[in-house]
């Protein structure tokens, strides 16, 4: 762990237990309050997702018209080295953003195969 | 897939369309334009992400220093019908959405037991 993502993760907590002893929170309550900036950011994770997948559904209605294989290994080797970059420069695990990238990937392929199979 | 889902795929299909028509864009061109959209997107959910890691980390060491263990079912459970409800709203797949936070829970989880074995 470099010491940039240690600094950031102390920001995050000093800026929660500063909070706390402001408010005279108990220890429980420091968990709660990490535990809604967490669900606040889940809630605009899944609205981003629902907005990509609108795209990539879109997508794989063109390339089955289209006659384009649903993999795009060229494409996807773009996707992931310029994910590797943003996520080191936000000070996130880029073993962890390129597995998420695949996940999403994995699942758009998923869909795009329903799609040229006709399915719904 | 219900007609709701049909209905917002079609609008971003046509938001796209209409873009490609007055610009007079080729069909490559559709498809860029697509993927313009899907490379924005990606480029927020990589950053929520990292902010939800800095406060996972930050909950990692709460609990390692609190003695309470890396996972917790019961918050997991109602993390899960939360983000189903959320996608549900969304028009993003509910199976989806429980896939997702699946494995996000599983890198924390895995983050946590790090550091309760004092790894960096």
Redesign the interface.
């Known amino acids: 762990?470099s010491p940039r993502y240690?600094d950031?993760?102390h920001?995050?907590?000093d800026l929660?237990e500063g909070a706390c002893k402001r408010d005279g929170m108990t220890?429980d309550a420091?968990?709660t309050a990490?535990?809604e900036?967490?669900?606040n950011?889940?809630?605009?994770?899944?609205?981003?997702?629902?907005?990509?997948?609108?795209?990539?559904?879109?997508?794989g209605?063109?390339k089955a018209a289209?006659g384009l294989p649903p993999a795009d290994p060229e494409?996807e080797a773009r996707?992931v080295t310029?994910?590797r970059r943003?996520?080191a420069d936000?000070?996130?695990?880029e073993e962890?953003?390129e597995?998420?990238?695949r996940?999403i990937i994995e699942?758009v392929i998923r869909h795009h195969e329903r799609i040229q199979r006709g399915q719904?």
Chains 1, 2 share one sequence.
Do not use: G
């Not at 889940?42 to 997508?59: N, P, Q």
């Not at 936000?90 to 695990?93: E, N, T, V």
């Open positions: 762990m240690i950031a993760q920001a995050v907590t929660v220890e420091k968990l990490y535990r900036s967490i669900d950011i889940d809630a605009a994770l899944i609205h981003m997702l629902a907005e990509r997948f609108k795209i990539t559904r879109a997508v209605e063109y289209a494409r996707q310029r994910l943003l996520a936000a000070r996130l695990d962890l953003a597995k998420f990238l996940f699942e719904p």
